[in-house]
């Protein structure tokens, strides 16, 4: 058949789905939310036809292993070991999130990730004033190289991943955790993990930032250039589309919001000297696993591409492991419910299974409880499993990137890489995503998204099951409760570890601090000095507040 006649056939073809639907009463697809900044996002289901927009299987998806990495960051994906279970865990004292940290191990968890508490985030200490009411309840609280000790006691460290969801902050807790590690024998060069520091996205949707953005960029560039001697292993920052999406942003906004961060940090890190072949294997990525499973695959898989093709145009990059997007996933929080909790375990799994076939790295599963408090070791238990009937029973493990060649997982990989460019484009009009932010563009295009979606589900076009359709009574799930006496138990440690130390000491450490602040030094070798001298962290992020102030956001409506 000719190409003429082959393109005629087609169409002929495609006019006989059309009326079959059309008889049928087929409602139209659903078209992605609002876009604040005018921009008319593709149709991520169309084409059927990929010759129509001269598809490569060669250039556009390469080999799995290989340049763009479509298909996954290695060549045997998970065939040879299943991806890092990182379940998420922390609340109350450092004792508390130890015992649940033993648990989840002794259940097969094979990496850990820590939650800290909102004072910890934000730098201050159990006893200010500013942390009442929240100490240990969002996470544990961490105040000092004590706390950390108890946190870590008998956690295998030179054996086992360790993750830590810590932005501003994230210096100090690195330091924190590589100062017990060594008192416990074992050498920082052994140690493996991520530390989240992802400044950026938190002066977008998340708000736990300290200090104003350049600041807190030169902190995120100190930790590339400590970590690329000291601590090879570590994953210096985690890239986080997470949290944005949680905010309201969907599948295109938060490929083109984290990548443009991405760049932001990648080329912060580069003015200051560092080579990006050096540094850019320690980049690691955070994304959202969410409900519409074939476009949560599709843009999995246009991330790497994208980002595949920025650190090679853009910033020269030349290994493999410069150019690689490798990611973490944690399955959606926002999609939990309160109503009918048992199920966000069906949930869970479809968004699981979504992120296993995108080629996540690792990934945290929710437990179905999370829409009500803090999980319960039941729960807990059973979003383990989840990982562990996906990877052991379902074949998914079996096959590299198993929907590749799907006409709807192409189409949808090429339109969210379509729509993504697009906002890269504009943020580089800007310039940058710095400025992006700083002048609410990012918000405005979130906040957007996020109302069309809650219109869309108040007037019933986007059915959530067992809210605004399905809906019956719930059933009574046990809730984890913080005892109100770990803030006072606390307080009570800081107070006196302030009182036992080596005042001389403390102040000597804090004091080369402030000067080096002061300076262009990389901070992170005063930090891990201050730390070891039991500085706590509250005090280390305030000799770092009186020197940079704190940022205050501008009003975004």
């Known amino acids: 058949m000719s190409d003429d006649a082959r393109a005629r056939a087609y169409r002929e073809a495609r006019e006989r789905w059309s009326r079959a639907l059309a008889a049928a009463r087929v409602p139209p697809r659903p078209k992605p939310g609002l876009y604040a900044g005018g921009y008319d996002p593709p149709d991520l289901y169309g084409p059927d036809d990929l010759d129509a927009v001269d598809f490569d299987p060669l250039r556009d998806l390469g080999l799995p292993g290989e340049p763009p990495y ?16 990182r379940q998420y865990a922390g609340f109350g004292t450092a004792d508390e999130s130890n015992a649940r940290f033993h648990y989840l191990l ?25 942390a009442r009411g929240e100490v240990g309840r969002v996470g544990v609280a961490i105040d000092s190289i004590d706390d950390m000790r108890r946190l870590l006691r008998g956690l295998p460290l030179d054996s086992v991943s360790t993750s830590m969801t810590i932005n501003a902050t ?46 807190s960029l ?27 999406r949680e905010a309201g942003c969907d599948a295109i906004q938060e490929v083109a919001f984290t990548l443009a961060n991405g760049i932001e940090y990648v080329s912060t890190a580069v003015a200051s000297g560092l080579d990006v072949d050096a540094f850019a294997g320690q980049l690691s990525f955070f994304f ?57 375990i069906v949930r869970v799994a479809l968004q699981a299974l979504a992120a296993v076939y995108g080629g996540a790295q690792s990934l945290h599963t929710n437990s179905f409880d999370e829409a009500l408090g803090l999980p319960t070791e039941e729960a807990v238990a059973i979003a383990l499993r989840t990982q562990q009937i996906i990877a052991h029973e379902s074949g998914a493990r079996d096959i590299v990137d198993p929907l590749a060649g799907s006409y709807a997982v192409e189409s949808l990989t090429r339109g969210i890489e379509v729509g993504a460019r697009a906002y890269i484009a504009r943020i580089d009009e800007m310039g940058g995503m710095v400025r992006a932010i700083e002048q609410g563009f990012v918000q405005r295009e979130i906040q957007a998204t996020a109302y069309a979606y809650q219109v869309d589900v108040e007037q019933k076009r986007r059915v959530v099951v067992g809210v605004n359709e399905f809906v019956s009574d719930s059933p009574k799930v046990p809730i984890l409760k913080i005892d109100p006496r770990v803030e006072a138990d606390q307080v009570e440690r800081v107070r006196h570890l302030r009182q036992s130390r080596d005042a001389a000491l403390h102040a000597r450490a804090l004091q080369r601090l402030d000067k080096a602040a002061q300076s262009q030094d990389n901070l992170v070798p005063l930090i891990l000095e201050a730390v070891r001298a039991r500085a706590t962290v509250g005090e280390i992020s305030d000799v770092l507040r009186g020197r940079w102030g704190e940022y205050v956001p501008p009003l975004s409506i």
Request: with cysteine.
């Open 106 to 130: 002794a259940h097969g968890q094979t990496g850990l990730s820590v939650a800290f508490d909102l004072p910890t985030q934000m730098g201050r200490d159990s006893d200010s004033p500013q």
């Open 70 to 85: 479509t298909r996954g960051t290695q060549p045997h994906m998970y065939r040879a070991k299943p991806w890092t279970m």
């Open 288 to 344: 959202n696993g969410h409900n519409n499973f074939l476009e949560e695959v599709a843009k999995f898989r246009a991330a790497r591409k994208v980002w595949s093709s920025i650190m090679r145009d853009r910033f020269g990059a030349k290994t493999a492991r410069a150019k690689a997007l490798r990611f973490h996933c944690q399955t959606a929080g926002m999609t939990l419910t309160a109503q009918q909790p048992l199920n966000n």
């Open 218 to 244: 030169r902190l995120v560039s100190d930790l590339f250039a400590f970590c690329q001697h000291e601590v090879a292993k570590w994953n210096t920052i985690s890239i986080s589309g997470y949290h944005m």
């Open 170 to 215: 994230a210096a100090i807790l690195l330091c924190l955790y590589i100062a017990v590690a060594e008192e416990q024998g074992i050498a920082r060069t052994a140690l493996r993990g991520t530390i989240q520091n992802d400044i950026l996205k938190e002066y977008i949707a998340r708000g736990t930032y300290i200090y104003p953005p350049g600041p």
